[in-house]
């Protein structure tokens, strides 16, 4: 079983429309729970950090479930420019050093 | 910009080369990672150098390996290369603080092709 395991994709939705990513993870001591966002050839980029009160910043929401260890971003009227890879992260290990990503979920936004 | 620089920015080597790859981290930060992401893949943990020592590493063999130095740039050398090391090798810098460590922030990444 993969450490941190996300949808597969990709997901192909039009303007406007609402998208849901899901993440889960194997390690119940995992300390803590982000979202990157990755352009194509381009370096990831922090999107949010993911809590257990669960956390909106915009059009994106984060809610981490540490009971059944899964994660989610909910995306509320998506644009052109949302289109990228979502990268699900879990930090583990004495003060988070070790930094584990999903293997990505790619989304196309189409006019 | 991030403030992350990576050299050189491509680099093509052949099966059993050598070769190593720079890392300049952001000011202000004493803490570098290193991740090999293939193509389709999200990046993975290759380790971690805080203040010169390295204090955690991934599954990755020990012809990986590293180097920090006092100004905190660091180095990843690869030794008898593989036609799967070819990959994106990213940098990510960040600060410790309190026992635990603050946003990481990815230099530009350094794509590498084995032949």
């Known amino acids: 079983r993969k450490e941190v395991e996300q949808d597969p994709g990709p997901f192909n939705v039009p303007e406007g429309a609402t998208v849901a990513f899901n993440c889960t993870y194997s390690?119940?001591?995992?300390?803590?729970f982000f979202w990157y966002r990755q352009d194509c050839r381009k370096e990831p980029k922090l999107l949010m950090s993911?809590?257990?009160s669960g956390n909106e910043d915009g059009r994106f929401t984060a809610q981490l479930n540490r009971a059944s260890q899964y994660i989610s971003l909910l995306i509320r009227d998506s644009k052109l420019s949302d289109s990228a890879t979502y990268l699900c992260v879990v930090k583990e290990g004495t003060g988070g050093f070790k930094t584990i990503f999903g293997a990505g979920t790619r989304l196309f936004v189409k006019a | 910009e991030t403030g992350v620089t990576q050299s050189p920015t491509h680099l093509i080597k052949t099966r059993g080369q050598q070769v190593t790859l720079r890392c300049s981290s952001q000011s202000g930060h004493n803490t570098v990672s290193w991740y090999q992401q293939a193509l389709g893949q999200g990046p993975q943990f290759i380790f971690q150098?805080?203040?010169?020592?390295?204090?955690g590493r991934g599954n990755f063999p020990p012809r990986f390996s590293g180097l920090q130095f006092p100004n905190y740039s660091s180095e990843l050398n690869v030794n008898a290369l593989e036609l799967d090391d070819s990959a994106l090798y990213l940098c990510?810098?960040?600060?410790?603080?309190?026992?635990?460590?603050?946003?990481?922030?990815f230099g530009p990444g350094t794509r590498l092709t084995v032949l």
């Open positions: 150098y805080y203040r010169e020592e390295e204090n």
């Open positions: 390690n119940s001591a995992s300390q803590s």
């Open positions: 990510a810098s960040s600060s410790k603080q309190g026992g635990s460590y603050n946003e990481q922030f």
């Open positions: 993911v809590y257990s």
